[in-house]
Every structure is written in C-alpha cells, then in structure tokens.
C-alpha cells in the first residue's frame, strides 16, 4: 500500500484568496485523484491526474477554479482558486493501487473559508 | 453525480451485534469497493468484490453484490467499539477510473 500526505491538514481562509493543498506519495503511481468533501456529505472526485499530462474534470469542476499540477509520479498540487464560504470542504487526494481498483487516501485537507 | 445511496444513513447497535449497510447504484460496474472513514479523515479500504463475484469475506467482514437489482450489502459481525465510522461503497465504472461514492452510513457502536 501506499502511504500518502496532505499538506495542509487544515486551514481558515478569506474569501477571494487561493489555498494550494500539496499531496505527497512515498512510491511512484500513475494516477492521482483529487476529491471534495463537503460538510456531512459524501466525496465526490474533482479531477484525475496523470503525470505528463493535463488533468481531466469531473462535470461541475473547472481548471480555473481548481488548477491541478502533476510535477512527476510521487506528488500533485490542487488550488482552490477564488475562495468562497461554499468552498469549505474536506479535499483528499488518493492514488490507484498499482495493479489494483483500489485507492489509497491521503489524511484529507480541512478548508474554512469565511 | 452521486451515484451510490447508503441504506441506512444512520445506524445504532450494541457492541457484539452485527451490523447490514446496503448500497445502490445506477449504471454499470467493474466493481464495488467499501471504505471506512473515521472522524473525517482519509478514507481507508475495507473490501473490493468484482462485477462478476457475488459474495466475499474478509475477517468480520461479508459483502455481497446482486448486479441484476444493482445492489450491495456490507456486514460487520461482532461489531466493536472501534468499527464506529461512516462507511461508504464506492463504484468503478467501465470506463472510468475515478471512484463514485455513495452517501455513507454513519454507524455507531454502543458500548
């Protein structure tokens, strides 16, 4: 398995500014996700992110609200652009599991936007 | 989009008694996966049963998948303390390779 962190793990942001979430994997994987987690709700996958290439959006997520970077196999960044109050969520990013469907989570990033 | 809907959404039992999540879904899969989330955090792996599997254990786990009614159940047995989570199935589809997740049962073991 795949051990995997999220910087920050959470932060209180003003309207209008970005945050950048970096996510960190100890191997090297082929596919990044990223995913929304809104308050009590369940997670719904923002984009996928393939090293070497641009990532591909989810309906309803746009790469100027969320650009993504995918830099190389073992790290990827996501900003929440332009931030507002509906944009306090939990965001996590995940990997695949090499071989397997299953995914690995990263601790996930607490976002609070007043 | 949602495509999973979690049966109940939130489930209260004794330590000891087992525990039934349901899941649905709506289009066609490759496979069906549970996950386990505590307290907000990442999500952890439970369980992964293939479209064309029906039934698989793994510990106290037991999960089974009907693809003609596009359902699922997970089972805890001797529920413990520590299985208090939210509890999630999750789909790969086809074609995809993006998990879509349902809504989650929030269950609570009573000690």
């Known amino acids: 398995s795949a051990v995997i962190s999220q910087k920050p793990s959470r932060d209180i942001c003003q309207r209008g500014t970005s945050l950048t979430i970096q996510c960190q994997v100890d191997?090297?994987?082929?596919?990044m996700f990223w995913y929304r987690q809104q308050p009590g709700q369940s997670l719904t996958l923002i984009a996928t992110?393939?090293?070497?290439?641009?990532?591909?959006?989810e309906s309803g997520f746009v790469i100027d609200k969320f650009p993504i970077s995918r830099p190389n196999l073992t790290f990827s960044t996501l900003t929440v652009s332009n931030m507002s109050p509906e944009d306090s969520s939990i965001y996590l990013c995940?990997?695949?599991?090499?071989?397997?469907?299953?995914?690995?989570f990263g601790p996930g990033t607490r976002l609070t936007v007043l | 989009s949602q495509q999973g809907e979690e049966d109940p959404q939130a489930l209260s039992i004794q330590e000891g008694e087992n525990a039934t999540m349901n899941c649905s879904y709506k289009?066609?899969?490759?496979?069906l996966q549970w996950y386990r989330q505590n307290s907000g955090r990442g999500l952890v792996h439970l369980i992964l049963i293939r479209s064309n599997e029906r039934e698989k254990h793994s510990g106290r786990l037991r999960v089974t998948l009907d693809t003609s009614k596009k359902s699922s159940s997970l089972l805890i047995t001797a529920s413990r303390a520590a299985d208090t989570a939210s509890y999630f199935c999750a789909t790969v589809g086809r074609w995809a390779d993006g998990l879509t997740f349902g809504k989650g049962t929030h269950l609570i073991i009573q000690p």
């Open positions: 289009t066609s899969i490759n496979n």
């Open positions: 995940s990997v695949d599991g090499q071989g397997s469907d299953t995914q690995y």
């Open positions: 191997s090297q994987v082929t596919m």
């Open positions: 992110a393939n090293q070497g290439s641009e990532a591909t959006y």
